[in-house]
DNA sequence: AAACCGGGGAT
DNA sequence: ATCCCAGGTTT
């Protein structure tokens, strides 16, 4: 079956042949299948709002969506405007966000509701630079709330993306560990060139990623790309890059003894003093560096009730 | 380019 | 015990 290239879906720049078909050819199987599975989630609803998807894109920065959901909706039912978060203490918000992971996230986005308000008269841009000079947003969220809130051509390369145009492009197991220009060129070739074939390849392509194309399991025998992929076609080869991937340990690192800091704070309705914090963990040389680095983000105050008495810490007021 | 930044569920 | 997750910022 032929596609024609004058539809509305054609790729942006020029066509990349493959043995197995075009780059038109792979968009109009993901964005069929996107049509027939995609997740109900409720920054997709028709009634959401771009200050809406742009909370749920910063709460996506490494958590999953089933942790984020629940989470997203009482925030935007709490905050349902950028002017509504801008103007909220900085403990509730940090309270609220709770344990979705990187608390210098929700500071941000804390900041990025400000910066709507006051740069933007409190809606949130379209303009990828001034999405890009929002605090907590970065390339792929700049290019996510272009595309998913606004309906507008971008370069959406997450994660999922990435691994799908490794699998079925190149024949590789995952991408490279660090993103490249060329992989961004790469991408950017096979966005359609209209504003609404982009947005739904976006969306389908990060779908496929995250339903399908998985990466510890990925399940070909029901992917629309099965007959086509580079990956499946070479017999699924091991990943390439394995040896210098580094998984970051958890359990003792400063990570976590910044996170029982923080989890203690959270709990606590007053400002305590240092020893309080050994029931979050032992007053070492490591819990010193970690409450250091709290108070250097912003995530923790200090105070001082008298000149004679011990300092108190707290979550930002 | 690499390090740092949480936390939970799946394998 | 290890991996993975709709990344961003800093060095």
């Known amino acids: ?35 027939e599975h995609a997740r109900d989630l409720p920054w997709r609803a ?7 998807v ?64 006051e740069r933007h008269a409190g809606h949130v841009p379209d303009d990828e630079d001034a999405l890009l000079a929002l605090p907590g947003v970065g390339a792929y969220t700049a290019a996510a709330v272009r595309s998913f809130a606004f309906g507008r051509r971008a370069v959406v390369l997450d994660t999922n993306v990435r691994r799908v145009l490794a699998r079925a492009v190149d024949g590789h197991a995952l991408p490279a560990p660090t993103q490249t220009r060329a992989e961004v060129a790469r991408a950017a070739a096979l966005v359609p060139a209209d504003d609404a074939g982009a947005a739904r390849w976006a969306q389908a392509s990060m779908e496929l990623g995250a339903l399908v194309c998985t990466a510890r399991s990925p399940r070909c025998e029901v992917c629309p790309l099965v007959s086509s992929c580079a990956w499946v076609a070479a017999g699924r080869p091991a990943d390439q890059h394995a040896h210098r991937r580094r998984t970051q340990a958890w ?23 240092e020893p309080v914090l050994d029931e979050a963990w032992p007053a070492t040389p490591q819990r010193a560096r970690a409450l250091a680095g709290l108070l250097a983000d912003g995530l923790v105050v200090e105070s001082q009730p008298s000149p004679d008495e011990p300092p108190l810490y707290a979550l930002p007021a």
């Open 46 to 52: 028709p009634d959401r709002t771009p200050w809406g």
């Open 251 to 273: 359990a003792g690192t400063d990570r976590q003894v910044r996170g029982r800091i923080m989890a203690l704070l959270r709990e606590s309705p007053v400002h305590v003093p």
């Open 1 to 35: 079956m032929t596609r024609p290239a004058s539809s509305s879906s054609r790729v942006g720049a020029t066509l990349v042949a493959t043995d197995a078909g075009t780059a038109a050819d792979l968009v109009a199987d993901v964005v069929g299948w996107y049509d």
């Open 54 to 117: 742009l909370v749920s894109e910063v709460m996506l920065q490494q958590t999953p969506v089933v942790r984020v959901e629940p989470a997203w909706r009482a925030w935007m039912e709490r905050w349902p405007t950028p002017a509504d978060l801008a103007a909220a203490p900085t403990a509730d918000v940090l309270r609220a966000w709770d344990r979705l992971g990187y608390p210098r996230r929700a500071l941000r986005l804390v900041q990025c509701a400000q910066a709507v308000v």
